[in-house]
């Protein structure tokens, strides 16, 4: 089972990305997905979610109404649009499964079982 970010880079004050989440060896409909990220001398935090049955989507107050969370289970893939980005967006971002049909995805980290290697985002001019 193995979860690849990709997508991160090097984008200016106000620019925009997006992160790809790519699932290999497990199908991610099944499974709640996060978006965590984590910069130089700071716990891990959770930024979005998506819920595997009802699509249901939650987000750090932080990056409400500029971040957005997707799936493409076609392409067994997530998605985290990155708009109006800040300097303080600065970070490693990874994502994180959970199998779970039932409950609602949180953007805690310890339900989370399996972890991609990360991308690094820097927000720079």
């Known amino acids: 089972l193995q979860l690849v970010e990709s997508g991160g880079g090097l984008v200016q004050p106000g620019g925009s990305l997006r992160l790809s989440c790519a699932a290999s060896?497990?199908?991610?409909?099944?499974?709640?997905i996060g978006w965590f990220r984590q910069a130089p001398g700071k716990e891990r935090e959770g930024v979005s979610c998506?819920?595997?049955?009802?699509?249901?989507?939650n987000y750090a107050d932080s990056v409400k109404g500029r971040f957005t969370i997707s799936r493409d289970n076609a392409k067994n893939t997530v998605y985290l649009q990155m708009d109006s980005l800040k300097p303080e967006d600065t970070a490693v971002y990874y994502c994180?499964?959970?199998?779970?049909?039932?409950?609602?995805?949180?953007?805690?980290?310890?339900?989370?079982?399996?972890w991609g290697q990360g991308t690094q985002v820097t927000v720079s001019s």
């Open positions: 994180a499964a959970k199998l779970d049909l039932f409950r609602r995805c949180v953007l805690s980290i310890g339900p989370y079982d399996y």
């Open positions: 998506i819920s595997s049955s009802s699509g249901s989507t």
């Open positions: 060896g497990f199908t991610l409909n099944a499974y709640n």
